[in-house]
């Protein structure tokens, strides 16, 4: 199971130390390009080496060790985190405990030799193959944080225009990284400052690389954006290609089938339940989840369904001396998480099987060199075989030649005769195939000039192709800001309409409203039609209303309590009515204290789309109305008392009786 495909979207660079020392002044390095096939070789400086990468962008970086580009943990950190996002490092010969890259080469056939480009050549050609470990320091998490890119120092009343100002930016720029992270599909979490007039800072935790990230490290005027993964605690070395392990396999078939997967170090892996699945899929789910080493039942004798599971993976059968209990297997998977009764005994299979060869795999470890893979010696040993047998086998020596026999020479076969004189002939085509070989490497040179050339051309090419990419990329750029320039053109278009309907307010100071007026000072009225909230708002929406307005409804009857609220949330001066209002909105009205009177009263007057009315036949509708509200309170206070009168003699004369 790969991490990844031998499709690589760049060239693979092998590199070794040519001269010099990391640790030292001026390292050498011997680089190998290796391209669709075809190796470029030179040698070049550290600072050259580090060139070439940013400027190739290369998708992997081998070497036989990763200490050869650093001097410490600290420098390594470093130079993985100057690595572009598309380029990996690789140290092909393992992980913390490197073995001889001879020993990797020959185990791969790849070919080796002593000097620093043959072994840079070989460490390109085993990490295009997906040889190696991948080196990192970070993980999948990066940290995205948008913060000041000033700062707000100190001052007075213009400093807090300033700081609030910078304040609004961030928060502007954050919200727009956080709508691009979740267009992009990422998951995320957020933690914002809240400071005065907006963010101080936001901090986007991301679960992705830089590379995969819709944003990028910006800085421009009041913002600036910081980029940055997540490091590990120390340098993980992950294989480039994920070996299918040796695993345990417990079953318990039925109408609902069960299996559960256990390491060969006892730890529960996966589980899996359904009353649908066909053999076919349960034996995908298993290949996806490791090689079986041996499968397992619960009860004696083995079911015919499990032999089946057993034959076709041709491993080990385990099966315990009689059935178990199922008081024994909940406890023996006290530990573990299972959905059904079903997965709970088809684990117990699996950690029992477990528990029976545990002391036979620690056994075998210990006598396993380090060099030998442990899972394929006790795969050999649990079939049958010895674990010298296993190492034997597994082992890339070669057989120790027998010894020479001392006995006299004697005649040979026609048979031995015949393979006397093939081995000659061999011996001649060998020595004609050296000759064919010297003009065949004559002829390679050539070539290799001309891969030089194409390689040239291949070079031009990606970087031609980097550039229409960057042409794409500026192009949905330009269309980007061609669209906020529309819609913002679009949102002043409405702003211009609005203040055009607000510029009619000032029609009253027009030369006609003078010859209305006369000597009468006036004031304007705000006219909706109808009673209802769907007016009020597009009046509002259209001129506004404001607190000391006077309002004139053409109709009022119909209004509700929710209506009248609305209407009582604008604060008005005095409310002026044809029709009677319901119950319902004069007791808002007159609860929140707004004057409310019969339109008939004044003398409304309409110019143009406005209305105007004199301002004393106003204050006299207030006061008529402030009139009428003290006698309301009093008929009330006087209702509450004679019901509190009332009230207390019901009381007493319960008591009484």
């Keep these: ?158 400093q807090d225009r300033y700081t609030r100002r910078i304040h609004g930016s961030v928060k502007k720029m954050a919200r727009k990284v956080e709508s691009k992270l979740t267009k992009a599909n990422l998951e995320f979490e957020a933690d914002v400052t809240e400071k005065y007039g907006g963010y101080s800072n936001a901090i986007f935790t991301v679960e992705a690389t830089p590379s995969e990230l819709p944003v990028s490290t910006h800085r421009s005027g009041d913002t600036r954006i910081e980029i940055e993964r997540e490091r590990r605690d120390g340098i993980s070395y992950e294989p480039l290609v994920k070996r299918r392990d040796r695993v345990i396999v417990g079953i318990d078939p039925g109408t609902t089938t069960a299996a559960a997967v256990v390491s060969l170090d006892g730890r529960v892996l996966d589980r899996f339940s359904s009353r649908t699945a066909d053999t076919a899929e349960l034996t995908e789910w298993l290949i996806d989840r490791g090689r079986p080493l041996i499968v397992a039942a619960d009860v004696t004798p083995m079911p015919q369904t499990v032999e089946k599971f057993r034959r076709s993976f041709d491993a080990t059968g385990w099966e315990p001396p009689s059935d178990i209990p199922i008081d024994e297997k909940v406890h023996r998977t006290r ?79 026609d048979e031995e005769q015949r393979i006397k004189e093939l081995e000659a002939q061999v011996e001649r085509l060998q020595s004609h195939n050296d000759e064919l070989e010297t003009e065949l490497d004559k002829r390679e040179e050539t070539i290799e000039q001309y891969k030089e050339e194409l390689s040239t051309a291949k070079r031009q090419e990606r970087q031609e192709a980097r550039e229409r990419r960057e042409v794409s990329r500026l192009q949905r750029e330009t269309d980007r800001l061609e669209r906020e320039r529309d819609e913002a053109e679009a949102r002043a278009e409405e702003m211009a309409s609005k203040l055009d309907r607000l510029k009619e307010l000032w029609k009253l100071d027009h030369s006609n409203v003078d010859d209305v007026a006369g000597d009468r000072n006036l004031v304007s009225v705000k006219i909706v039609d109808q009673f209802t909230k769907r007016d009020i708002e597009a009046v509002d929406e259209e001129i506004g209303l404001s607190s000391g307005d006077i309002v004139y409804f053409r109709d009022a009857s119909g209004a509700g309590r929710s209506t009248a609220e609305r209407l009582a949330a604008t604060d008005p001066r005095v409310v002026l009515r044809d029709g009677g209002l319901s119950d319902a909105a004069d007791e808002v009205l007159f609860e929140s204290g707004i004057p409310v009177g019969p339109a008939d009263d004044v003398s409304i007057q309409e110019i143009d789309e406005l209305a105007v009315v004199d301002d004393e036949e106003i204050e006299a509708v207030i006061k008529e109305w402030e009139r009428r509200a003290e006698e309301r309170r009093r008929e009330q206070n006087a209702s509450m008392v004679d019901e509190l009168i009332s009230e207390h003699r019901a009381d007493t004369k319960s008591s009484g009786s």
């Excluded at 693979?12 to 075809?38: K, M, N, W």
């Excluded at 530990?335 to 029976?356: C, F, G, K, S, V």
């Design 1 to 158: 199971m790969t991490v990844r495909t031998n499709a690589l979207d760049g060239p693979v660079f092998g590199v070794d130390i040519q001269s010099g020392d990391i640790r030292g002044d001026a390292p050498s390095y011997a680089l190998a390009v290796l391209d669709d096939g075809e190796i470029q070789r030179d040698v070049v400086s550290f600072r050259k080496l580090c060139r070439l990468i940013n400027n190739e962008e290369p998708a992997l970086l081998a070497t036989d060790n990763a200490y050869e580009l650093a001097e410490d943990k600290d420098a390594l950190v470093g130079f993985l985190r100057r690595l572009p996002s598309a380029t990996t490092l690789v140290q092909v010969t393992g992980d913390e405990r490197p073995e001889p890259l001879s020993r990797v080469a020959a185990r791969h056939g790849v070919p080796y030799g002593k000097k620093p480009m043959k072994e840079a050549e070989a460490a390109a050609r085993l990490a295009a193959a997906n040889v190696g470990c991948e080196v990192s320091a970070f993980t999948n998490t990066t940290t995205v944080k948008v913060a000041r890119g000033r700062s707000t120092g100190k001052g007075g009343w213009s």
């Design 335 to 413: 530990d573990h998480e299972y959905e059904n009764d079903h997965e709970r005994d088809a684990m117990a299979a699996a950690l029992y099987a477990y528990d029976d060869h545990e002391d036979q795999f620690d056994r075998i470890a210990q006598k396993t060199p380090r060099q030998f893979d442990r899972e394929e010696v006790i795969a050999h040993v649990v079939g049958g075989a010895s674990v010298e047998a296993a190492l034997r086998e597994l082992s890339d020596e070669p057989e120790p030649d027998e010894e020479e026999s001392t006995h006299e020479p004697r005649e040979l076969s």
